[in-house]
Every structure is written in structure tokens, then in C-alpha cells.
């Protein structure tokens, strides 16, 4: 009798991604690579043995080899490629400097495990028709790779993948899919409006002004979409209306938004983390009480899967709250996030204890315009190829729209001083401080 075939295995793979098959000698590896992978996308420590004595199977060429893989790896993502790691990687010594080099160029990273049984290596190993390896090094990597299986886990993979059977990986499907901050494929047009902070009477005046028609529900000019730059919350009169219509925008496919310091402030806040209840936090979470729980449930789901930048219009249109480098655009990483969200410091303070922030929009030389919000300024403040739109309408100034592509500016003023704007605000250009 024939044996059922098993369901095929999903793979997710981001494209920003630098993969590690992880297994012993014989589990199929290479024949699982070379079916799924593009002969460029694939770096081999086989190969480059080969490379190095004309012998793959020569493990004294083992770290020549190795230094050539990491430098090939490094140049891989450098040029952000898709990136393959065929070799055992079972020790975690070993995957410590590819790890290293995914923080240091921002790149994803996943396991493909490959947790085979000594029997079924061998017998793959016995259909090799070249190089095969001795039984005792079968045994002997099934050995370590039990011991150093469970340290994969708390690596910081963002998929680990586990193939337990040769059926199993023989039917297993590769799915490439793109971050979900690439969204080059969306020309627009936009309408990029700035930080609102709880400002609702003139988030709707504005969205009015941009041609929505403002009700129950907001409806936008034909093919036009709403971009927000972050930090819905804080300091200003309700911020749960403000979420509200926000979210009910991006339900219907009608905007897009990008998390902000005080959002994040926020969804730690509403996941029961110790946060102060400063820079107006204590005044969004008493305007929360007065809401179903529903919405603080809705908005905690929201912010927890947000992204932190996203690309527009094949690469030339970049939205994120505090500004982002050109290296850094289109790469996931924790130093990515606290960029987007706070921009760049000295790690100095100044004479109020804030934070000082580097002008990194001065020296920025990028393609893509940047469009960012976070530091308060009297007008949109133009540097370079980026644009700062928030013109603190919480503070008594604007809330401001740049419209894309046509980068025309439209603003409301807003109708009182929500905050005291203290030193944060008033000059074009205003030292930022961390919470702003």
C-alpha cells in the first residue's frame, strides 16, 4: 500500500532574510537548497572548501573557508540579497557571526532545521554520488545537534522552520513574501498628514479641507489615500476619537499609519508594562476609561502589529515618525525601530535633561523623499530630500498635510493651546526632546 503523501509543509520566508539551514551531515540540506533557492541566493562552506584546496570534503580548509563565506554573506546583504547559509551551523558558535552580520546590516533572520533521524542521514548519505561522509560524523553531529537544538529558540530567529521527516521536507513549500513595510507597489496619490495627538476637531477639519467626506465614516477623494505619521495620543482633548476614526480608515483600505514614541509608550502601557504616566500618557488613559474596552483592545492589537516605516511608490516615498537614514530604509531591526520612532541622539542631554537629537536630515542625500513627524516646528521644515510636517497643532500651531506627489502643503490651525508648549515649540527649528 501506497503511504499517504503529507500536507506540504509551509516555509514563510521574508525577503529581507538571512536563512540558516541547521542540521547534521546527510539531512538534505544542499538538496532541499538547490530546489528552492537560486544557485547566486545559496553560499556554501562546501563550496568554499572547494574554493579554497579543490577538495570540499577537506575540513583543515574549514576556516579559510568560513572567513571567505562571512565576507560573501557580509557583501550579500550589504547589497540587501536574499541570502542562503548551506552548512551544519549546529554549534552556536556558529551561527554567532551570522547573526552578527544580519544586526549589523538589519536583516531578518530564520532557521530551517532539518532534525533528522542518524538512520536517515546515513542512508542519504549512502545515495550520494560524490564526496560521502564517514558514519562516526553522522553520529557525532546528530550528537551535538541534540545538544544545541534547544539554544536555536531564544537566538532571535524571526521564523524557525523544523523538518522532522525526508517526506516531509521533500514536500515542503518555499513562500517569499515581502516585509510588511514594502509597499512599493503603492504610488498614491497621498495625503500625509502630521501628528495629531488627540486632536480630532481639527484632524476632521483638515480631512475636509484634503476633499474626505467627513461623517460616520470617512470617505476619501477618488484614488487617494491618507498617510499618518504617528503619535495619535497624548496631550490633546481625545484621543480615543482620534484612534477611532484612524483605525476605521485603515480597516476600509483608506489609510495607513506608522507608529509613533507615544503610541509605543502607549501599547506598552495597555500590555500592563511599568510606564510613567507622563508627557500627557495620564490624560489618553483617563479619556480611555470613559470608552468601551472594546477600543483599548482594538487599538493594543493595532499598535502591536504597526509598522515602524513603510516604502511608497517604488522606493521613493519613505514615512516614518522620527525621520529614517537611507541605509537603514526598507531593514528590520531593533536599531531600525528606535530610529524611526526617536530618531538619532548624542546619548548627551541638555540643560532641561532632554535628550539631544543629531540633525540627520542635514546631511541626508537619499532618493526617496523622507516625510516625518516628532520634533514641532512653525512651519514644515524642508532639509534636503525630507520634510518635517509636524507644525504642533497640540501646542497651539497647525495640524499640516503634505499632499504626494505634488508636495503641497495644507493646514488648519488649531483652535486653542491644548498643552504649554514650554521651550519644545515656537522657533523653526526647536531642539527636539525624546517624548515630543
Known amino acids: 500500500m501506497t503511504p499517504p503523501v503529507p500536507d506540504p509543509v509551509r516555509l514563510v520566508l521574508p525577503e529581507s532574510s538571512l536563512v540558516l539551514l541547521v542540521g547534521p551531515s546527510g539531512c538534505g540540506k544542499s538538496t532541499f537548497a538547490r530546489a528552492r533557492f537560486s544557485a547566486t541566493e545559496v553560499v556554501s562552506s562546501d563550496h568554499y572548501r572547494a574554493v579554497v584546496c579543490d577538495d570540499e570534503g577537506n575540513q583543515a580548509?574549514?576556516?579559510?573557508?568560513?572567513?571567505?563565506?562571512?565576507?560573501?554573506?557580509?557583501?550579500?546583504?550589504?547589497?540587501?540579497?536574499f541570502t542562503v547559509v548551506d552548512a551544519t551551523n549546529l554549534k552556536a558558535d556558529a551561527r554567532r557571526p551570522l547573526l552578527d552580520l544580519a544586526r549589523r546590516y538589519h536583516f531578518a533572520t530564520c532557521a530551517v532545521v532539518f532534525e533528522m533521524t542518524e538512520e536517515t542521514c546515513r542512508q542519504h548519505?549512502?545515495?550520494?554520488?560524490?564526496?560521502?561522509?564517514?558514519?562516526?560524523?553522522?553520529?557525532?553531529?546528530?550528537?551535538?545537534?541534540q545538544q544545541t537544538r534547544v539554544t536555536l529558540e531564544g537566538e532571535g530567529h524571526q521564523h524557525v522552520y523544523t523538518l522532522r521527516t525526508a517526506a516531509e521536507a521533500d514536500s515542503s513549500v518555499v513562500v517569499r513574501e515581502p516585509l510588511p513595510l514594502d509597499r512599493r507597489g503603492d504610488h498614491g496619490p497621498f495625503d500625509i498628514i502630521g501628528d495629531v495627538h488627540g486632536c480630532i476637531d481639527e484632524l476632521r477639519e483638515?480631512?475636509?479641507?484634503?476633499?474626505?467626506?467627513?461623517?460616520?465614516?470617512?470617505?476619501?477623494?477618488?484614488?487617494?489615500?491618507?498617510?499618518?505619521?504617528?503619535?495619535?495620543?497624548?496631550?490633546?482633548?481625545?484621543?480615543?476619537?482620534?484612534?477611532?476614526?484612524?483605525?476605521?480608515?485603515?480597516?476600509?483600505?483608506?489609510a495607513l499609519m506608522v507608529v509613533g514614541n507615544h503610541d509605543w509608550k502607549l501599547l506598552r502601557r495597555l500590555k500592563g508594562n511599568d510606564v510613567k504616566l507622563g508627557q500627557g500618557l495620564a490624560e489618553t488613559m483617563e479619556q480611555f476609561s470613559h470608552e468601551p474596552p472594546a477600543l483599548k483592545d482594538r487599538v493594543r492589537a493595532f499598535l502591536d502589529q504597526?509598522?515602524?516605516?513603510?516604502?511608497?511608490?517604488?522606493?521613493?516615498?519613505?514615512?516614518?515618525?522620527?525621520?529614517?537614514?537611507?541605509?537603514?530604509?526598507?531593514?528590520?531591526s531593533a536599531r531600525v525601530r528606535s530610529f524611526a520612532l526617536f530618531g538619532e541622539t548624542t546619548g548627551r542631554t541638555d540643560e532641561h535633561g532632554l535628550p539631544i537629537r543629531l540633525d540627520w536630515a542635514a546631511e541626508y542625500r537619499g532618493r526617496a523623499l523622507v516625510v516625518f513627524g516628532h520634533t514641532p516646528t512653525v512651519e514644515p521644515l524642508w532639509s534636503n530630500n525630507t520634510v518635517n510636517i509636524d507644525t504642533g497643532c497640540v501646542f497651539g500651531g497647525h495640524l499640516s498635510a503634505l499632499r504626494y506627489p505634488e508636495r503641497e502643503v495644507v493646514s488648519v490651525p488649531a483652535r486653542r493651546v491644548y498643552c504649554d508648549p514650554g521651550h519644545r515649540f515656537g522657533a523653526v527649528s526647536p531642539p527636539g526632546d525624546e517624548a515630543s
Open 61 to 81: 580548509a574549514s576556516r579559510d573557508a568560513f572567513a571567505i563565506l562571512h565576507e560573501v554573506v557580509a557583501c550579500r546583504l550589504a547589497w540587501r540579497r
Open 125 to 145: 548519505n549512502e545515495r550520494r554520488a560524490e564526496r560521502r561522509v564517514p558514519d562516526d560524523v553522522i553520529a557525532r553531529h546528530v550528537q551535538v545537534f
Open 206 to 254: 483638515l480631512l475636509t479641507l484634503l476633499g474626505y467626506r467627513v461623517g460616520d465614516r470617512v470617505e476619501p477623494p477618488p484614488g487617494r489615500k491618507a498617510l499618518f505619521v504617528g503619535d495619535l495620543c497624548d496631550r490633546g482633548p481625545d484621543t480615543p476619537a482620534v484612534y477611532r476614526l484612524v483605525l476605521d480608515m485603515i480597516d476600509a483600505g483608506h
Open 306 to 332: 504597526g509598522q515602524f516605516h513603510y516604502l511608497f511608490d517604488d522606493g521613493n516615498l519613505v514615512l516614518a515618525h522620527a525621520g529614517l537614514r537611507q541605509d537603514l530604509q526598507g531593514r528590520v
